[in-house]
């Protein structure tokens, strides 16, 4: 069974290449409250975000296999899947090239100003000017300037890659540093005191948990740009809020958040300087149907013995 079909599909990808691996059972969206008595008889469990632990697995006594239409499993219970031998599988770099491009997405946003010249324009601002152009919005190059890049996985390889294209410094913080023209691994602090840009690509784990907070805001070169599009815990959210309104940050773009979907008293619906997307990075047409597809690919590795991206100990049928 699938159990948030809404999150990978809105019609636009399609899913019937699940059919190929035996009956299935799709709900577009299930509460935890639905949960335990939804996946009861089920074999194999799909799902992109439900949250699957002890509490709702319990009663789960024929699941044998959980496939996560995501890179990140920190929704799965991995020490209760592995003391129930079920067999736990990622979907891993399947969103590279789309949450990059996100990711300078936002940034030319912000140094080119383009939701900001959108709504000059359409608010009648050009109209009448006494200059072909406007000036209204100071703007500036990405060249020259020096991003810092903390986690360097497949997605922050990806976005060194493509800052070195716009003529940018890159440092890089990462716990495992290897040699890479035109990049500069240092340490979490020189990458902070040096860096005009700062985006955040690593894993959300104990390590990173609230990562960016009050001291490491304050670390920081003082009107840096802030990103972060990996995952929302990795941020506390009234620090970050604190630091754009102090102005030690310049600005930040967001697509995750602490709790999603977003709370009404999220307190950085109020911030200043800053641009948020619904943790839509990953979310092009043609990523999406990468990430079925691999999702149905470690399901048939599954099957045939030979699991795929096992994130559990469990990998054996």
Not at 41 to 48: H, P, W
Not at 109 to 129: A, E, Q
Not at 207 to 215: D, G, K, V
Request: overall charge neutral; proline content about 3%; charged content about 20%.
């Amino acid at each position: 069974m699938i159990t948030d079909s809404k999150t990978i599909s809105n019609g636009d990808v399609d899913l019937d290449i699940f059919h190929n691996y035996g009956e299935v059972i799709y709900y577009r969206t299930t509460s935890k409250k639905q949960l335990p008595e939804r996946i009861q008889e089920a074999d194999i469990v799909l799902s992109n975000k439900t949250i699957l632990n002890e509490e709702v697995l319990k009663g789960s006594e024929n699941l044998k296999y959980i496939g996560l239409f995501a890179t990140g499993y920190n929704n799965v219970d991995l020490e209760y899947t592995d003391s129930r031998g079920i067999t736990v599988c990622n979907a891993g770099a399947y969103s590279t090239k789309a949450v990059a491009q996100h990711t300078f997405a936002l940034l030319l946003n912000r140094y080119n100003r383009i939701s900001d010249y959108h709504t000059f324009v359409k608010n009648g601002g050009w109209i009448g000017l006494d200059t072909f152009c406007s000036f209204a919005y100071p703007m500036s190059e990405l060249a020259g300037k020096t991003m810092g890049i903390i986690g360097f996985g497949s997605i922050g390889r990806e976005v060194a890659k493509i800052a070195k294209a716009f003529s940018m410094k890159v440092l890089v913080y990462t716990r495992t540093p290897i040699n890479e023209d035109g990049i500069t691994f240092v340490s979490k602090e020189d990458l902070l005191a040096g860096s005009d840009i700062i985006t955040i690509h690593c894993p959300l784990n104990n390590q990173s948990f609230q990562l960016c907070n009050a001291e490491f805001f304050s670390r920081c070169k003082k009107g840096v740009y802030f990103i972060n599009t990996s995952r929302g815990p990795i941020v506390a959210e009234q620090d970050l809020f604190d630091a754009l309104e102090s102005g030690q940050l310049s600005g930040a773009a967001i697509d995750v958040l602490d709790r999603e979907p977003m709370p009404a008293d999220c307190v950085l619906l109020e911030a200043k300087n800053i641009t948020i997307t619904p943790h839509i990075a990953w979310g092009a047409v043609e990523t999406r149907q990468r990430l079925v597809n691999l999702a149905a690919s470690n399901l048939e590795g599954y099957l045939k013995g030979k699991p795929i991206n096992v994130v559990g100990k469990w990998n054996k049928m």
